[in-house]
């Protein structure tokens, strides 16, 4: 069956000007005759999500300010069914020499896909290896450490909760969304024993990370029942979530993004996934040459791809005191004194 697409092709007119500097001097250069051209395939909610999908897009807009890049995008429709034609179509398109997938549901396809055109490149966010399966060369995947990111969460909540019940919701019902789960219980569990957690998932298909509406109701319903901070891990259905936060005027901790403006005074924190840095850096090593393919490529906390939010804006809700225990708590995990499996998806 044949997908019709919308694409939306932005062109640069901007170059890069040399820096001067000696170890930019040969990629500036290089960036302003660049004549790659990316084609970005979103995750489901597509842009405008103010979440995972919106950061991959501002990677790539920083890309085309820096480097002299072009791009193109596509929205895959309802479920992300057509997500697989849409790779396609921007395998076959001769003058995209980089192909983005964006989120674990990507993962066969592109997979498939990579080994059909072995003269592109790909890149595949959230990437899920199949056992048996190996990475082709030209395709890789790209990882961050949410487990650890959402342990870290977790025991923020674990410090903050006066009603000593939290709440965990969860978008697509799935092995990714599970360590963001579990990361976030035993964190909670590691300052705070008695902590009760309830959770809660919007779905079991990737519909589920576009329903504002369920998440909202889920959440509601978390409060009701006592907890006083929900961490949510629900792509733009956490919208929903944080509309539930600002009503209920209670906390909620946000992913993917920093997400405060969305609810000032009522989000405690984000974890972060860096994805529009780790979009910029992929760009930046296909232009120097320096792109590796057939392999998964972890963006963690050491170098705070993966991170939490600590500003001026919600500093007020975490505390000096609790920010320093969490910090104390990112550098042993880091260290390896506190092991978070990042592989395991139970408790």
Do not use: W
Not at 102 to 113: M, N, R, Y
Not at 125 to 144: A, C, E, H, T, W
């Amino acid at each position: 069956m044949k997908h019709s697409f919308s694409f939306l092709i932005l062109f640069i007119s901007l170059l890069v000007g040399c820096s001067g500097q000696k170890g930019e001097k040969n990629r500036n250069e290089q960036s302003q005759n660049s004549k790659l051209k990316i084609g970005l395939v979103f995750d489901v909610g597509g842009r405008g999500d103010k979440s995972f999908n919106d950061s991959a897009y501002n990677g790539l807009e920083i890309a085309k300010q820096k480097h002299n890049i072009t791009f193109l995008y596509v929205e895959p429709q309802g479920e992300g069914a057509d997500r697989e034609a849409a790779l396609r179509q921007m395998a076959t398109d001769p003058d995209i020499g980089l192909v983005i997938g964006v989120g674990l549901l990507f993962s066969e396809d592109i997979t498939a896909i990579a080994t059909e055109f072995p003269d592109k490149k790909f890149v595949c966010i959230d990437y899920i290896s199949k056992p048996g399966v190996p990475i082709p060369n030209n395709l890789q995947g790209i990882v961050f450490e949410e487990k650890k990111g959402s342990y870290l969460a977790g025991a923020l909540a674990g410090m903050v909760t006066k009603t000593k019940m939290v709440g965990f919701i969860g978008g697509m019902e799935s092995n990714i969304i599970k360590k963001f789960e579990t990361g976030f219980i035993e964190g909670v569990h590691s300052v705070n024993p008695d902590v009760k957690v309830i959770s809660g998932y919007i779905g079991m298909t990737g519909s589920a990370f576009a329903n504002p509406s369920k998440g909202k109701e889920l959440a509601l319903g978390q409060y009701g029942r006592g907890a006083d901070i929900i961490y949510q891990a629900a792509g733009a259905s956490g919208l929903g979530v944080i509309e539930a936060a600002r009503e209920s005027k209670k906390l909620v901790i946000c992913t993917d993004r920093d997400q405060e403006s969305e609810a000032p005074g009522f989000v405690l924190s984000s974890m972060t996934k860096a994805v529009d840095r780790a979009v910029l850096k992929t760009v930046e090593n296909v232009l120097d040459g320096s792109f590796k393919g057939g392999v998964v490529s972890v963006f963690g906390l050491a170098d705070r791809y993966t991170d939490y939010v600590y500003n001026q804006k919600n500093a007020f809700l975490i505390g000096n005191k609790n920010h320093d225990r969490l910090e104390e708590i990112r550098k042993k995990i880091t260290e390896g004194e506190i092991v978070v499996n990042e592989t395991a998806v139970g408790q």
